[in-house]
């Protein structure tokens, strides 16, 4: 099964990562989409120097396109008819229960001829995350939707006291946008990916849509 990965660099994309290579998935690339810029990961504000090292521990390349939201799925379905051409037959997401993200997926996939594989499809939220913490994987959590958290769970290692601190409207994974993580250790990584948080910032969005978030910023 030759496969791409759409990879965030988070836990959830780590743990649907796990499960496909463990499902036998010859996962060829992991797909990252960046900004306009290429300063930052769309989902997760990550700069490319620690995705290229995540892909490098993990030992499997890279593939970085940028993107404006305007322009993202004229670009990633472009990206996919790459991958067809190369032999990649399926795709894997990390999506765990949004409707709109697997309809989405299957749509840009249907287009280029590929499959959607979505490994954590309807599983319970805090069976997922307790499960990747139990097979030894670390994250730091590095943007927090100030609708739902405040600045102190921004830049926290996503552990088990992290969700206990979580109120009790937001679930653990943050499936609904609440926080996104950087995975940097466990079972799948060949070396620890070096990463240093230098500080917290405020920072709004106009597109997709209005947003007030925090962001650690890492090196």
């Known amino acids: 099964m030759k496969s791409f990965f759409s990879w965030s660099g988070g836990?959830?994309?780590?743990?649907?990562?796990?499960?496909?290579?463990?499902?036998?998935?010859?996962i060829r690339a992991l797909l990252a989409m960046f900004d306009e810029t290429g300063e930052r990961s769309r989902s997760h504000a990550l700069p490319p120097s620690l995705m290229q090292a995540q892909a490098d521990a993990l030992g499997i390349p890279?593939?970085?396109?940028?993107?404006?939201w305007a322009t993202y799925e004229a670009?990633?379905?472009e990206q996919l008819h790459?991958?067809?051409?190369?032999?990649?037959t399926r795709g894997v997401f990390g999506d765990i229960d949004l409707q709109p993200h697997?309809?989405?997926?299957?749509?840009?996939c249907a287009a280029a001829g590929l499959q959607a594989v979505?490994?954590?499809?309807?599983?319970?939220?805090?069976?997922?995350?307790?499960?990747l913490l139990a097979l030894g994987y670390r994250a730091r959590v590095v943007c927090?939707?100030?609708?739902?958290?405040?600045?102190?769970?921004?830049?926290?290692?996503?552990?088990?006291?992290?969700?206990?601190?979580?109120?009790?409207?937001?679930?653990?994974?943050?499936e609904?946008?609440?926080?996104?993580?950087?995975?940097?250790?466990?079972?799948?990584?060949?070396?620890?990916?070096?990463?240093?948080?230098?500080?917290?910032?405020?920072?709004?969005?106009?597109?997709?849509?209005?947003?007030?978030f925090f962001i650690a910023e890492l090196r």
């Not at 490994?119 to 997922?128: F, K, S, V, Y």
């Not at 946008?177 to 920072?203: C, M, N, S, W, Y």
Request: glycine share 6%; proline share 6%.
């Open 144 to 174: 927090v939707d100030a609708r739902h958290l405040d600045a102190s769970f921004c830049g926290r290692e996503y552990d088990a006291r992290f969700i206990a601190d979580l109120p009790a409207a937001v679930d653990a994974c943050g």
């Open 11 to 26: 836990k959830d994309s780590m743990l649907a990562l796990h499960r496909a290579l463990d499902a036998g998935h010859e």
């Open 176 to 212: 609904n946008g609440e926080f996104h993580t950087f995975v940097f250790d466990g079972p799948r990584f060949a070396q620890p990916v070096r990463h240093e948080l230098v500080k917290i910032v405020e920072h709004e969005t106009r597109s997709p849509a209005p947003g007030h």
């Open 118 to 131: 979505l490994p954590l499809w309807h599983e319970p939220r805090r069976a997922l995350a307790d499960e």
């Open 75 to 77: 670009v990633f379905t």
């Open 102 to 108: 697997r309809d989405w997926e299957e749509k840009v």
């Open 82 to 88: 790459v991958f067809s051409a190369q032999g990649i």
């Open 62 to 68: 890279l593939v970085m396109r940028r993107a404006s």
